[in-house]
């Protein structure tokens, strides 16, 4: 059973730095892309940043270019959300997803939230 788990959330002033984690288990993600997504409060769940497993190609929201960074550890099947320079506007539950066989972001985990203070 495929699992992601994030940790690394909580609350930080503006300006401040979260390094979010995302355990991954459960099947073998070497073919998969992973995401990060965000929601916040009254807002649609939206893209944030995606790295191919293999750390061929990485992507981000317009938003976070700059001051996010995605990463992965293959031996420890984990994959970061480095976040510098938070903003209030960066407050919302993170999400981890991994894409299956079809393409698509089939696998999510349950989220860690992030609260950033003006």
């Known amino acids: 059973q495929v699992q992601l788990v994030e940790s690394g959330g909580g609350l930080v002033q503006a300006g401040g730095s979260l390094r979010l984690s995302c355990a991954a288990s459960?099947?073998?993600?070497?073919?998969?892309?992973m995401g990060w997504f965000r929601q916040a409060p009254g807002k649609e769940r939206e893209f944030v940043a995606a790295?191919?497993?293999?750390?061929?190609?990485?992507d981000y929201a317009d938003s976070v270019k700059g001051r996010f960074t995605i990463s992965r550890d293959t031996a420890k099947n984990t994959v970061y959300l480095q976040m510098n320079s938070l903003k209030p506007e960066d407050t919302a539950v993170y999400y981890c997803?991994?894409?299956?066989?079809?393409?698509?972001?089939?696998?999510w985990g349950r989220g860690t939230q992030v609260t950033v203070s003006p």
């Open positions: 459960g099947r073998t993600f070497s073919n998969s892309r």
């Open positions: 790295l191919n497993w293999s750390g061929s190609v990485s």
């Open positions: 997803a991994a894409t299956s066989y079809k393409g698509l972001y089939d696998y």
